[in-house]
C-alpha cells in the first residue's frame, strides 16, 4: 500500500486528454511539500516529467501540465501519442515517515 | 553530458551480502545529494537511502542497519553496501542525483537524472 494513491491504469485514444491523479495526506502533498512526476517507459529507468508541482524540465513537450491542489495532484496530458504508453510515478516527502515516497505508479495505455 | 552507470548487481543467497556501485560522469558527486531507490520486479518505486555533500546519510525504515550508502569522491562513485539481504530486496536499484535541495533541506527535493538500473536478486 503506497503513502500516495494514483489510479492503477488510464487509457485513451490518440489526440485525446488524460489525467492521473495523486492523492496524499496531511503529512506529504496536504503539508505543502512538492509533487513530482516521472515517466518510466517499458524496460528503462524511470526519468522526471514534472517537478515541483506545474515545471516541465527542457526537453519534455508542453502536453505535460502538473497541478497541485490541498492533498492531491495531477498529471495531464494531452494530445495523446503511441509514445506516451508507459508507467507514471507521483513522487512527494512524508513528514511522519520522514523520506521521499512514491505513488504505486499508472499504467497508460493508448487505444 | 551528465551520466550514471550503476553496476554490481547479481545473485545472493538470504543472508548474503552485496555491494553496488554507481559511477558518475560529467558532474562530481561530492557536491551533490545522492539516492539510491529500489524497484522490485513488476512493482513501484521506493526510495532507499540517500549521501549529502557533507557526508552524512539516511536510510529507509526497510533498509536500516543493514545497508550503508559511502562515497568515494576519487573515483567519483557512490556505494551502497547491502548486509543480511532478504527475498523482499529483491529489485532492480538505481542511483539517482537529488535535485531542487535548498537551504540545507531536501524535503522537496526529486531525482535527476537515473542510472539504468542494476538487478539484486535474492534466492536460495
Known amino acids: 500500500q503506497s503513502v500516495l494513491t494514483q489510479p492503477p491504469s488510464v487509457s485513451g485514444a490518440p489526440g485525446q486528454r488524460v489525467t492521473i491523479s495523486c492523492t496524499g495526506s496531511?503529512?506529504?502533498?496536504?503539508?505543502?511539500?512538492?509533487v513530482h512526476w516521472y515517466q518510466q517507459l517499458p524496460g528503462t529507468a524511470p526519468k522526471v516529467l514534472i517537478y515541483?508541482?506545474?515545471n516541465r524540465p527542457s526537453g519534455v513537450p508542453d502536453r505535460f501540465s502538473g497541478s497541485k491542489s490541498g492533498t492531491s495532484a495531477s498529471l495531464a496530458i494531452t494530445g495523446l501519442q503511441a509514445e506516451d504508453e508507459a508507467d507514471y510515478y507521483c513522487q512527494s516527502y512524508d513528514s511522519s515517515l520522514s523520506a521521499w515516497v512514491f505513488g504505486g505508479g499508472t499504467k497508460l495505455t493508448v487505444l | 553530458e551528465v551520466q550514471l552507470v550503476e553496476s554490481g548487481g547479481g545473485l545472493v543467497q538470504p543472508g548474503g551480502s552485496l555491494r553496488v556501485s554507481c559511477a558518475a560522469s560529467?558532474?562530481?558527486?561530492?557536491?551533490?545529494?545522492m539516492s539510491w531507490v529500489r524497484q522490485a520486479p513488476g512493482k513501484g518505486l521506493e526510495w532507499v537511502s540517500v549521501?549529502?555533500?557533507?557526508?552524512?546519510?539516511d536510510y529507509a525504515d526497510s533498509v536500516k542497519g543493514r545497508f550503508t550508502i559511502s562515497r568515494d569522491n576519487s573515483k567519483n562513485t557512490v556505494y551502497l553496501q547491502m548486509n543480511s539481504l532478504r527475498a523482499e530486496d529483491t529489485a532492480m536499484y538505481y542511483c539517482?542525483?537529488?535535485?531542487?535541495?535548498?537551504?540545507?533541506?531536501?524535503?522537496?527535493?526529486?531525482?535527476?537524472?537515473w542510472g539504468q538500473g542494476t538487478l539484486v536478486t535474492v534466492s536460495s
Open positions: 560529467g558532474f562530481t558527486v561530492s557536491s551533490n545529494y
Open positions: 515541483a508541482n506545474s
Open positions: 549521501i549529502y555533500s557533507a557526508g552524512n546519510t
Open positions: 496531511s503529512s506529504n502533498i496536504g503539508a505543502g511539500y512538492d
Open positions: 539517482a542525483r537529488d535535485q531542487g535541495c535548498s537551504g540545507g533541506s531536501c524535503r522537496m527535493k526529486w531525482f535527476d537524472p
